[in-house]
């Protein structure tokens, strides 16, 4: 009887812990984030990011485009492996806001009248909370630098 209750509370206790992200093969917050900072060296997107300002000074959207392909196809890769369920959340939407920025600024001239006013009206929509989660948790990531950090 004893056993069985041991066992009982035994199995009770492991396995909503393996539902909420041991499950084998996933990574645990730590080590998603840490996986970030490798890809990200390993890309070097702050170089990236850094050549997209350049860019923008210059009138040339393909470097910022570049960056946010980059970041997009790390957080992909890493959103794949998560075992946090909010952090996979806001990497996707952080993916699905970038995506959407590639397509607004693409193939556009810096002399198109309505560009600014696109992407102004664009920003709001860009930084939500899941951008604030990614930072929060992973605050070295690969997502554009955070301007109010400077």
Same mark, same amino acid.
């Given at each position: 009887?004893?056993? &069985?209750?041991?066992?009982?509370?035994?199995?009770?206790?492991?396995? #909503?812990?393996?539902?909420?992200?041991?499950?084998?093969?996933?990574?645990?917050?730590?080590?998603?984030?840490?996986?970030? &900072?490798?890809?990200?060296?390993? @890309?070097?997107? *702050?170089?990236?990011?850094?050549?997209?300002?350049m860019?923008?000074?210059?009138? !040339? =959207?393909? #470097?910022?485009?570049?960056?946010? *392909?980059? %970041?997009?196809?790390?957080?992909?890769?890493?959103?794949?492996?998560?075992? &946090?369920? @909010?952090?996979?959340?806001?990497?996707?939407?952080?993916?699905? !806001?970038?995506?959407?920025?590639?397509?607004?600024?693409? !193939?556009?001239?810096?002399?198109?009248?309505?560009? %600014?006013?696109?992407?102004?009206?664009?920003?709001?929509?860009?930084?939500?909370?899941?951008?604030?989660?990614?930072?929060e948790?992973?605050?070295? =990531?690969?997502?554009?630098?955070? #301007?109010? %950090? =400077?």
């Open positions: 009887m004893f056993r &069985n209750a041991v066992s009982f509370i035994a199995i009770s206790v492991a396995v #909503p812990l393996c539902l909420s992200g041991c499950s084998s093969g996933q990574l645990s917050t730590k080590q998603s984030c840490a996986l970030i &900072n490798e890809l990200a060296v390993e @890309h070097s997107i *702050e170089e990236k990011w850094a050549l997209a300002y860019g923008i000074l210059a009138q !040339n =959207s393909q #470097p910022a485009i570049e960056a946010m *392909e980059t %970041a997009i196809g790390i957080y992909r890769e890493v959103s794949e492996q998560t075992g &946090n369920r @909010h952090l996979r959340t806001a990497l996707r939407s952080e993916i699905e !806001n970038y995506q959407d920025f590639i397509d607004l600024i693409a !193939n556009r001239s810096f002399d198109d009248p309505t560009l %600014a006013s696109d992407v102004e009206a664009a920003e709001g929509g860009l930084q939500d909370q899941y951008t604030d989660y990614v930072r948790t992973c605050p070295a =990531s690969a997502s554009e630098p955070d #301007p109010s %950090a =400077s």
